[in-house]
C-alpha cells in the first residue's frame, strides 16, 4: 500500500510539473500571437504610409507634367514682329503695310 501511496504522490508531482511546463509553452504561444498581431498591425501602418506617399507622389507629378507641358506649348509659340511700315496714300485713305516682318521664338509664324 505504500508502495502505491508513492506511486501516487510522484505521478501528482509529475502532474504538476507537466502542467506548469504546459503554461509557460501556453504564455510563450500567447506572447508570439501577441508579436505577430502587433507586426500585422505595423506592416499595415507601413503599407498605409506607403499608399498615401504614392499618392501624393502621383498628384505631384502629374501637376509638374502639366507645368512642363504649359511652358512647352507657351515656348512653342510662334513670335515675330515687323521692322517698320511704309505709308501708301494715292487718292484714297492712308495705309501701313509692314517692309519686312522677322520671326523669332521656335515655330515659324
Given amino acids: 500500500m505504500k508502495s502505491g501511496s508513492a506511486d501516487t504522490h510522484d505521478l501528482a508531482v509529475a502532474a504538476k510539473a ?9 504564455d510563450a504561444a500567447d506572447k508570439i500571437r501577441q508579436a505577430a498581431q502587433d507586426m500585422v498591425t505595423q506592416d499595415q501602418r507601413i503599407a498605409d504610409n506607403s499608399q498615401k506617399a504614392i499618392e501624393a507622389s502621383n498628384k505631384r507629378s502629374a501637376e509638374v507634367l502639366k507645368a512642363t507641358i ?40
Fill in 18 to 26: 507537466q502542467a506548469d511546463k504546459m503554461k509557460s509553452m501556453s
Fill in 70 to 109: 504649359d511652358a512647352s506649348n507657351q515656348d512653342q509659340r510662334a513670335w515675330g514682329r515687323s521692322e517698320r511700315t511704309s505709308r501708301c496714300s494715292r487718292t484714297g485713305p492712308t495705309m501701313e503695310t509692314p517692309n519686312g516682318v522677322h520671326q523669332y521664338g521656335q515655330d515659324p509664324g
